[in-house]
């Protein structure tokens, strides 16, 4: 169990402790010697008193007096001696700890001026072999290159046994909450390279990353992670580098999903507060620049804070999906902030109740909120590529349909007054080509097949041809095997053919057979032949004709996707999306055109 001691100008009574169950943080008034060293020896007749924990920094007599080293001293009554262990979670500075008058130990080298510290941050346990009822605690420190300096953090005091207990406990947990946003930074790292979702991803794992790194460079047991301990003034740079980054990558995410229509200026605005901010970082040196940084900490946090908020709230404001998640995680985040905030200054029993976790407490919350905007908005974009690739192949299917349907129907009114019997066949030839087409525009996709290509190709020819008087010939080579331009197409269920059952994607093959009859027909017959092969799960296309050809410039803009026609783009395009590959031209003037791709087979069951 937790407790705390109320200490009072510089003394405790701990009567009544029971060591085998409880732990005491030695918060209260402490006696402070400034700028002395008295560890082994008696101080000032008359020193002052400073609230542990709490940093140098917010102290009055830090800013009337500038003081830069010291010695804090309590005194404190036990019930027994014995065997008792000191931890200090992190002290911001150098410091040495004595117990009635004998060195134990400290981190860091303390000095006297600036060029004698050695600041080294690490947490640390110490063994005291109480050998009667009072003891005395002293801490000598120097903070000339920490802003905060002095005891910031709480002191705990307890049997071996149950600080080792607890300081592991706050070790692993601080592991898990670093290691949880590592992971929650890597995650979208992951879906990114292997999805393409934009920058949002690395906005988002930048954030998570950086907040890892903050979070380990305010937390006290950092320094277990490192065997010598970490410099001090590193881990105060690290801090704010840490802080700055991880504030604009979380501005330039939210702008990301939710597009702000001035997010130009705001962006140059944060992007110039926080470059600035980071050149100082670099540049501080000593104590008075670190300072400096240091009292521009809150400022640029406030900045920072309010263009994210505003740019959520004009969200908000526009319905935009997910933003009140947004706000709320947020919120979160800003009040677990505050409580801390509270909790540090207070210094009392409230700080215990308001543990210094509650930032991170109040930082996962915020994470996990905006890593599920971060997933959703990978749903919807699936489902708006899903969407979009059904709107190209209709809209492929507008270009097609009113010039092919108008030549088509004009054909069929000759016919019916010069050959009916011919007339019928081109009626049920574009009865059977609406009727895949048709299927297209319900967007049922999922169960088109190769041999519903070959059937479209076959009626689209032979509606062709009505016009072209039987001049253009259609010949399928499937891996060997010839298929003739009359075969029908099985629809049932037994005995089809490989080709039957292997899903394709629609409109891949029907505009290249249409290209070759537009641009390749000379009024002489035009042979187009499909060749298709089975190779290492992929199908292997060719399809040529015998046509009138292209000169070498325009096979080179056409292979460099410089094509200024739809029907070419979007088959590359959706080419790519599904198997990585693209159309390959080759075409000599007056001898035809050769175009190469491959496909991924899948065959259904």
């Known amino acids: 169990m937790l407790k705390t001691a109320d200490a009072f100008k510089g003394h ?22 400034p700028n002395e060293y008295t560890g082994s020896g008696k101080g000032i007749e008359s020193p002052v008193f400073i609230e542990v924990p709490s940093s140098m920094k917010t102290s009055l007599y830090e800013r009337s007096k500038g003081v830069n080293f010291g010695t804090y001293e309590l005194n404190l009554d036990i019930d027994t001696p014995g065997q008792y262990m000191l931890f200090i979670p992190g002290v911001r500075s150098a410091y040495k700890v004595y117990v009635n008058g004998v060195l134990l130990g400290g981190v860091g080298d303390t000095g006297r001026t600036v060029d004698e510290e050695n600041g080294v941050y690490q947490p640390s346990n110490y063994l005291i072999n109480a050998d009667g009822t009072a003891l005395d605690i002293k801490i000598e420190t120097s903070f000339f290159t920490s802003v905060n300096g002095g005891i910031a953090n709480d002191i705990y005091l307890g049997t071996v046994e149950n600080i080792y207990r607890y300081s592991i406990n706050q070790l692993i947990n601080d592991i898990l909450t670093v290691g949880m946003l590592i992971g929650f930074g890597i995650y979208p790292l992951l879906l990114v390279s292997r999805e393409n979702k934009g920058k949002a991803g690395y906005y988002f794992a930048g954030f998570s990353i950086f907040s890892a790194l903050f979070a380990i460079t305010i937390n006290p047991n950092a320094g277990l992670f490192f065997r010598h301990g970490i410099p001090l003034k590193f881990m105060v740079k690290a801090e704010f580098f840490a802080f700055i980054l991880m504030m604009f990558c979380i501005y330039a995410f939210l702008v990301s999903v939710y597009p702000y229509d001035k997010k130009r200026n705001l962006t140059k605005i944060i992007a110039v507060i926080d470059g600035i901010y980071l050149v100082l970082i670099f540049m501080s040196g000593n104590k008075g620049m670190l300072n400096v940084v240091g009292n521009l900490y809150p400022i640029v946090l406030v900045i920072n804070a309010a263009i994210c908020f505003l740019v959520i709230i004009r969200s908000i404001a526009k319905k935009k999906v997910y933003a009140m998640l947004s706000l709320s995680g947020s919120f979160v985040f800003v009040l677990m902030g505050f409580l801390e905030i509270i909790a540090s200054e207070s210094g009392r029993n409230l700080r215990l109740y308001l543990k210094n976790d509650l930032y991170n407490i109040g930082l996962v919350v915020f994470v996990i909120c905006h890593i599920n905007i971060f997933l959703m908005e990978i749903d919807r974009a699936f489902e708006n590529a899903a969407l979009a690739d059904r709107m190209e192949i209709s809209y492929l299917h507008a270009q097609i349909a009113p010039h092919f349907l108008f030549n088509t129907l004009n054909n069929l009114y000759v016919l019916m007054s010069s050959d ?12 059977q ?19 519903d290509e070959i059937g479209f190709l076959k009626s689209y020819t032979d509606i062709e041809n009505y016009r072209k ?121 007056g001898m035809g055109t050769r175009i190469k791709f491959r496909y991924r087979m899948e065959e259904t069951v």
């Open 433 to 451: 080509f609406l009727k895949v087409k048709y299927r297209f525009d319900c967007n049922k996709f999922d169960d088109y097949k190769l041999g």
């Open 469 to 589: 008087q039987g001049n253009i010939r259609l010949q399928f080579d499937f891996d060997g095997e010839k298929i003739p331009g009359d075969e029908e197409i099985n629809e049932d269920n037994a005995e089809k053919k490989w080709y039957e059952k292997v899903k394709f994607q629609p409109m891949i093959l029907q505009p290249l057979v249409e290209n070759a009859i537009r641009h390749g027909y000379k009024s002489e017959p035009l042979d187009i032949r499909i060749k298709v092969k089975r190779a290492d799960g992929y199908l292997e296309f060719l399809v040529e004709d015998n046509g009138a050809g292209m000169s070498e410039m325009q096979v080179k803009m056409l292979n460099k996707a410089m094509s200024h026609g739809v029907g070419v783009q979007n088959i590359n395009y959706r080419l790519s999306k599904y198997c990585g590959e693209r159309l390959h031209f080759d075409s000599t003037p």
């Open 12 to 33: 405790v009574n701990l009567s009544g402790w029971d060591v085998g169950k409880e732990i005491y943080a030695l918060n209260g008034d402490w006696t402070f010697y």
């Open 420 to 431: 009916i019997e011919k007339a019928k066949d081109l009626l049920m030839n574009l009865s």
